[in-house]
């Protein structure tokens, strides 16, 4: 009778790994870890046939190189900043990720952070349990109908925030450079970045964190959004250069922002962005719902096992290793 294949988990944040288990049933033998750095895992995953991860790294060469029977690393969320795609294309091993899981919630989530801006909700919130029952000190507020959003990146989730945001009447800008005008079927309008973030009063991020995204809202790209326009980022947090984003606030150059991810995360306490009257902060939660756990817990499982059973993957982020992998796929 074969062995078992080994599975390796370097992280994870829910409560109980009974779906993995039962996805790996009489196929591989799962070794689940909450690390916080690779070296803590490593020692355990250098003979895994399969890695899982959450959010620990950077997976660098060096790592896959102490893998050597490593043939997949599977990611359960969307970005796959954590791990060097080069490195396991040149390496014959597989990446994948878990691209539609909560594509609902982060756009609702998006959506909840552009009408918290608009109605002053945590605002009127924190006003009413320190005894205060006044409107003006919210002033000035504006209706959705007729305002802009722009939109910095047009994928999946940024496409099911322009549906929502239609819906309440606004107008939708995006820029994306990925993607071309009418390719998708939903409410939108292409142009330039500095146009979007010249016409937006809402500005919302949806870009893959990447070595040109990395920072792109900076000073310079701060001071081309309007004095009245707010910044929205349930992305990735190091899209935005943090000291720009406190100098912006601090100077008036923008009305405030609402962050579901920071740079860094978790934000520190104290920091400069917390305790705000403009800046409303939620602790990386719009990718969840019960709904989307199951997503969530059973996509990077799944596709592990359709490697270890000699399938090729759904979500594979680095075709290229297609014919050269170790997987023999």
Not at 114 to 124: D, E, I, M, W
Not at 165 to 191: H, N
Request: proline share 8%; hydrophobic share 40%; charged share 20%.
């Amino acid at each position: 009778m074969a062995s078992k294949a080994k599975v390796v988990l370097t992280d994870y944040v829910w409560e109980s790994l009974e779906v993995e288990k039962k996805i790996f049933e009489g196929l591989a033998t799962l070794v689940a870890f909450k690390t916080a750095t690779p070296a803590e895992f490593l020692p355990e995953a250098e003979n895994c046939e399969a890695l899982l991860n959450t959010y620990v790294g950077p997976i660098t060469p060096d790592i896959m190189a102490r893998m050597p029977k490593c043939k997949i690393i599977a990611r359960y969320g969307i970005g796959v900043d954590t791990i060097d795609i080069n490195a396991a294309t040149e390496t014959g091993i597989i990446v994948t990720n878990n691209p539609t899981y909560c594509i609902e919630e982060v756009a609702e989530h998006t959506m909840a952070l552009v009408l918290s801006c608009a109605r002053k909700v945590p605002f009127y919130d924190r006003l009413v349990r320190n005894g205060r029952w006044e409107v003006p000190p919210g002033k000035p507020m504006f209706r959705l109908v007729g305002r802009t959003l722009g939109l910095v990146g047009f994928g999946n989730i940024a496409r099911a925030v322009a549906v929502r945001a239609a819906a309440f009447g606004m107008r939708i800008l995006y820029y994306d450079p990925f993607v071309a005008q009418a390719q998708f079927q939903v409410p939108g309008e292409k142009k330039e970045l500095a146009e979007v973030l010249r016409e937006s009063d809402y500005v919302s991020l949806h870009p893959p964190l990447s070595p040109e995204t990395r920072g792109m809202m900076n000073d310079e790209t701060f001071a081309q959004m309007k004095p009245a326009a707010f910044l929205i980022n349930c992305s990735r947090g190091p899209v935005v250069d943090t000291q720009a984003l406190v100098r912006a606030l601090d100077a008036g150059r923008i009305a405030g922002c609402a962050l579901d991810t920071t740079e860094p995360e978790p934000l520190p306490d104290p920091h400069s962005l917390r305790g705000r009257e403009n800046v409303t902060i939620s602790p990386h939660t719009a990718w969840y719902s019960e709904q989307a756990m199951v997503g969530l817990q059973s996509g990077a499982p799944s596709e592990v096992r359709r490697v270890l059973t000699g399938q090729w993957p759904v979500n594979v982020v680095n075709p290229a290793v297609r014919g050269k992998s170790r997987a023999g796929l």
